[in-house]
Nanobody
Framework: QLLGSGGGLVQAGGSLRLSCAASEPTFSSYSMGWFRQSPGKEREFVAAISYSGDSTTYADSVKGRFTISRDNNNNTVNLQMNDLKPEDTAVYSC????????????????WGQGTQVTVSS
């Protein structure tokens, strides 16, 4: 089970930190990803981190502004979002994939419930 938190309303240029807590005891065997979906659009990849935490990848649209990290001791993954833009407004969901990460949402095994991020201009 994945439980996301940390969404909210922020002005453009501001920051938010999303967190995702996993109850899975083998969390360290799962790569983790963040995806987002805004109304009328398909879900899109945001960022992913390997099961060990030593490798990350980002969508071009967030590169340099967002940072994904994980704490395998506490079974959590975080997404630090800086310099937020109105186009970042979406429901953000964390997801877990056994072993290697992916940028494709259909390859993930478990999903959190999603948290709303709204960026005002």
């Amino acid at each position: 089970q994945l439980l996301g938190s940390g969404g909210g309303l922020v002005q453009a240029g501001g920051s938010l930190r999303l967190s995702c807590a996993a109850s899975e005891p083998t969390f360290s065997s799962y790569s983790m990803g963040w995806f987002r979906q805004s109304p009328g659009k398909e879900r899109e990849f945001v960022a992913a981190i390997s099961y060990s935490g030593d490798s990350t990848t980002y969508a071009d649209s967030v590169k340099g502004r967002f940072t994904i990290s994980r704490d395998n001791n506490n079974n959590t993954v975080n997404l630090q979002m800086n310099d937020l833009k109105p186009e970042d407004t979406a429901v953000y969901s964390c997801a877990a994939k056994f072993y290697k990460y992916s940028t494709y949402d259909n390859e993930y095994d478990y999903w959190g419930q999603g948290t709303q991020v709204t960026v005002s201009s």
